[in-house]
């Protein structure tokens, strides 16, 4: 059984840090993609970032690039997304996702695992 397990949200002031992560199980972590996305109220879900299995390529919108860093630790099945420089606009729920593969990808569609969900929320 697949379980993505997401860590560390909560609340913090606007120019301030957070680093989120995502423990994996029940699958061959290193042939996944990971990426993270997040869901605004009334908004659809976004693509933030995502890291390739090979654990060097990796794409980020446009909205965080400069300000968030996708990085994996594959010995720990774990892919992590340091945030800092932190906008009310970030304001989301985060999610982390897992899609086999090498290639990267901004659609929610490609990816096959979701963990539960943090709330981050960014008080200005």
């Known amino acids: 059984q697949v379980q993505l397990v997401e860590s560390g949200g909560g609340l913090v002031q606007a120019g301030g840090s957070l680093r989120l992560s995502c423990a994996a199980s029940?699958?061959?972590?290193?042939?996944?993609?990971m990426a993270w996305f997040r869901q605004a109220p009334g908004k659809e879900r976004e693509f933030v970032a995502a890291?390739?299995?090979?654990?060097?390529?990796?794409i980020y919108a446009d909205s965080v690039k400069g300000r968030f860093t996708i990085s994996r630790d594959n010995a720990k099945s774990t892919v992590y997304l340091q945030m800092n420089s932190l906008q009310p606009e970030d304001t989301a729920v985060y999610y982390c996702a897992a899609d086999w593969g090498p290639n990267l990808s901004r659609e929610p569609r490609t990816y096959e695992y979701w963990g539960q969900g943090t709330q981050v929320t960014v008080s200005s």
């Open positions: 029940g699958l061959t972590f290193s042939r996944y993609c």
């Open positions: 890291r390739a299995n090979n654990g060097i390529s990796t």
